[in-house]
T-cell receptor
Framework: AQSVTQLDSQVPVFEEAPVELRCNYS??????LFWYVQYPNQGLQLLLK??????LVESINGFEAEFNKSQTSFHLRKPSVHISDTAEYFCAVSAPGAAGNKLTFGGGTRVLVKP | DGGITQSPKYLFRKEGQNVTLSCEQN?????MYWYRQDPGQGLRLIYYSQIVNDFQKGDIAEGYSVSREKKESFPLTVTSAQKNPTAFYLC?????????????FGDGTRLSIL
């Protein structure tokens, strides 16, 4: 079984400042890792994913995440945030061959970008 | 455009009443899922289905039921046995097996008690 911990429930940040959202996972097997974003009253949208290969993955809107196997982490970063990045962010894991392609989610980090 | 449609957007339940949440997808995905979202708790899996006419319980299935009679449809019934049904419910789907396929989500149904 896997578990995911997002260490910060809320992160206030000023516009154009950098932000880092922390995600740690626990698993007895290798994992696939995902970050999703949720805007108010909407579903989740995939931001980026790590399946294999390069440990640094990037999204089209400037976010990046780095897989660190030794620290079992997959932290999300953006060097300069915009007001439109205000949302809740979820880290999730799945295991290769997982029955039903199931995901395990962290508790979420709410990002509030202030002008 | 392909996607997942959940309806209604808002739903109210009276005491002792069963209510059904609709989820339809036109992505031709085999697998479908129902999650419950409560503030600060992330998403918790209620039920999932890998193929038509088959489904499995997730982590919090008590008080809920599902059916999967068609590939594109996966309705969730919140029964009167669910004593704390107030939450945001999300439906998702994914293609293939193996854990490496991302899930695609609908825009959710918010259920409240009258």
């Amino acid at each position: 079984a896997q578990s995911v911990t997002q260490l910060d429930s809320q992160v206030p940040v000023f516009e154009e400042a950098p932000v880092e959202l922390r995600c740690n996972y626990s698993s007895s097997v290798s994992v696939y890792l995902f970050w999703y974003v949720q805007y108010p009253n909407q579903g989740l949208q995939l931001l980026l994913k790590y399946l294999s290969g390069s440990t640094l993955v990037e999204s089209i809107n400037g976010f990046e995440a780095e897989f660190n196997k030794s620290q079992t982490s997959f932290h999300l970063r953006k060097p300069s945030v915009h007001i439109s990045d205000t949302a809740e962010y979820f880290c999730a894991v799945s295991a290769p061959g997982a029955a039903g392609n199931k995901l395990t989610f962290g508790g979420g980090t709410r990002v509030l970008v202030k002008p | 455009d392909g996607g997942i449609t959940q309806s209604p957007k808002y739903l109210f339940r009276k005491e002792g009443q069963n209510v059904t949440l609709s989820c339809e997808q036109n992505l031709n995905h085999d697998a479908m899922y129902w999650y419950r979202q409560d503030p600060g708790q992330g998403l918790r899996l209620i039920y999932y289905s890998q193929i038509v006419n088959d489904f499995q319980k997730g982590d919090i299935a008590e008080g809920y039921s599902v059916s999967r009679e068609k590939k594109e449809s996966f309705p969730l019934t919140v029964t009167s046995a669910q004593k704390n049904p107030t939450a945001f419910y999300l439906c998702a789907s994914s293609d293939g097996q193996g854990g490496n396929q991302p899930q695609h989500f609908g825009d959710g149904t918010r259920l409240s008690i009258l």
